[in-house]
């Protein structure tokens, strides 16, 4: 089994898989992550830590900018809930920009 088969692998039959290994306890309290690094450090398949790459504050603000001109249009055209929409999601960007 290699790395890219366990990571293809579904919740339950990564369960499955990690019953059969002896030393694994509290297989049902795992969630996938967990059970795919169960299965690759007994497989001994070296275990990547992968990093979400970060959106640039520059990149935020100019979609900011464009969703505050689609909340105008919205507006003018009494789309309330394209404009709801909108104003939550201009909302979470903008606080996006102000986390490290």
């Known amino acids: 089994m290699n790395a890219r088969e366990i990571e293809k692998m579904t919740v339950v039959k990564l369960r499955e898989e990690c019953l ?3 030393n694994i306890v509290g297989v049902h309290g795992m969630n996938k992550e967990q059970l795919i690094n169960a299965l690759k ?3 001994n398949i070296p275990i990547e830590v992968r990093k979400k ?3 640039s504050v520059k990149g935020l603000k100019t979609k900011i900018t464009t969703m505050r001109e689609q909340l105008a249009t919205a507006r003018t055209e009494k789309n309330k809930q394209r404009a709801a929409y909108l ?3 201009i909302s979470s960007l903008k606080k996006k ?3 490290d």
Do not use: M, W
């Open 97 to 99: 920009t102000r986390l």
């Open 53 to 55: 790459p970060k959106a």
């Open 87 to 89: 104003k939550k999601r």
């Open 20 to 22: 059969k290994i002896p």
């Open 41 to 43: 450090e007994f497989n």
